[in-house]
């Protein structure tokens, strides 16, 4: 895909121009065709810097995007028609631009949730399916409503988890700059005073001189770039997914991080599960999308295998036992919805209570990150101070007794 300038005339010979994605300059002009637009002039724009971070989609623009979607459909207003209305009122350009390529499918005959299909680096497969079933049971406003609900409860999450480590990692980045600075600048300059000294120096002493020496050394940092070539092979041999799923799964036996980790995806997850199969997604498909929601690459992996666990014919309940990092009350509850029929509800249930335990636990993680950091910065510098005081004591106690 390539991004396209084009200047244009609409059907009341007023101008247009704009940008847009497209596979050719041929592709280009047929979409604007689509959108009942004369083109005068497309031309693909080339870009000399590309960041992607800051062209892609947001939780909350999904969110905002989902909910005024819902608004206009359940006011009677046409899908077409109120895909041309968000776009206009979305600020990013970028996703102004999908969502009239969006309409434009929708105009040609296409489903929505087929339209929406086309750009999953913006709509992934949850959002796309949760569309279908809405599309299916003919509650589609709805479902845009609930949708934009759970995209919400996820960009909160994603808030909470920034703004849980953001501050403490800037302190601990800035405690090991200053300590980088004392043990290169400072300790040398102040220990350097005793080196003709006929004297023995503490222990405490002599480590923190042999560090300074090794901080200033070029030997330190070749082997840190050592460190950082033999990484970088071993994720060419064994590939970073692999890497990834071995530090996943060795954090999940990290007890707070465990419960931090698992509160966050198996929220995400069961949430999903109730929405995809309240929309009417078979119970197959709905454990198999809703396993994508899943960042922790080790739990992603046991989670897809429930599903075919679920089609020999075993419960979901009893196929979750077979994987040890799950809590037993998550279990437990989705146990007791199957049996009572009520399984979406419990679901939903379940979801709501490990987002809340999920809040608890930052809330704790924050409080306890700063004070540990703090600490950490003030022992340092404590003994940095004792080891430059101890051989002064030792030389006023040697004065003294001469």
């Keep these: 895909m390539a991004n396209f300038s084009y200047d244009a005339l609409d059907n009341s010979g007023e101008s ?7 596979d050719s300059v041929e592709e280009a002009k047929n979409e604007l065709k689509n959108r009942k637009l004369i083109p005068l002039k497309v031309k693909e724009t080339k870009k000399f810097f590309h960041f992607p971070f800051f062209n892609s989609i947001s939780l909350s623009q999904l969110s905002l995007f989902s909910r005024q979607l819902s608004t206009l459909i359940n006011s009677g207003m046409p899908i077409d028609q109120s895909l041309d209305s968000v776009a206009l009122q979305t600020g990013s350009a970028n996703f102004s631009n999908v969502i009239k390529q969006v309409s434009s499918k929708v105009k040609s005959g296409f489903k929505l949730s087929e339209s929406l299909s086309e750009h999953p680096k913006v709509f992934d497969n949850l959002f796309c399916s949760l569309v279908k079933a809405g599309e299916t049971s003919g509650e589609l406003g709805y479902i845009l409503n609930k949708t934009s609900d759970f995209l919400e409860s996820r960009a909160k999450m994603s808030q909470e988890i920034l703004g849980a480590l953001t501050y403490p990692i800037i302190l601990f980045l800035v405690s090991i700059g200053v300590i980088g600075l004392l043990m290169v600048f400072v300790v040398p300059g102040v220990v350097s005073q005793f080196s003709g000294l006929n004297q023995e120096l503490p222990l405490i002493t002599k480590i923190f001189i042999a560090i300074s020496n090794a901080l200033s050394s070029y030997i330190f940092y070749s082997f840190l770039v050592l460190i950082g070539f033999g990484l970088l092979v071993l994720s060419r041999i064994y590939g970073l997914k692999k890497i990834k799923r071995g530090s996943d799964k060795f954090f999940l036996k990290i007890p707070i991080i465990k419960n931090f980790l698992l509160d966050a995806d198996l929220s995400r997850y069961t949430s999903s599960l109730s929405m995809l199969r309240s929309g009417g997604v078979s119970i197959i498909n709905a454990l198999e999308i809703s396993a994508e929601t899943i ?7 046991q989670l897809k295998k429930i599903s075919d666990k679920v089609k020999e014919g075993e419960s979901i309940s009893s196929s979750l036992t077979s994987i040890p990092e799950i809590p037993p009350m998550v279990i437990h509850m989705i146990d007791n919805g199957e049996k009572s029929g009520k399984l979406e509800e419990m679901l939903e249930k379940v979801s709501e ?10 809330k704790i993680a924050m409080n306890m990150l700063e004070p540990m950091v703090v600490i950490f910065l003030g022992l340092f510098v404590a003994l940095i101070v004792l080891a430059i005081l101890l051989p002064l004591v030792q030389l006023n106690t040697l004065s003294s007794s001469l």
Aim: negative net charge; without cysteine; aromatic residues 16%.
């Design 295 to 301: 960042s922790n690459l080790y739990l992603k992996d």
């Design 353 to 362: 209570y490990l987002e809340s335990r999920f809040e608890s636990s930052t």
């Design 16 to 22: 247009e121009s704009g940008y847009l994605i497209a």
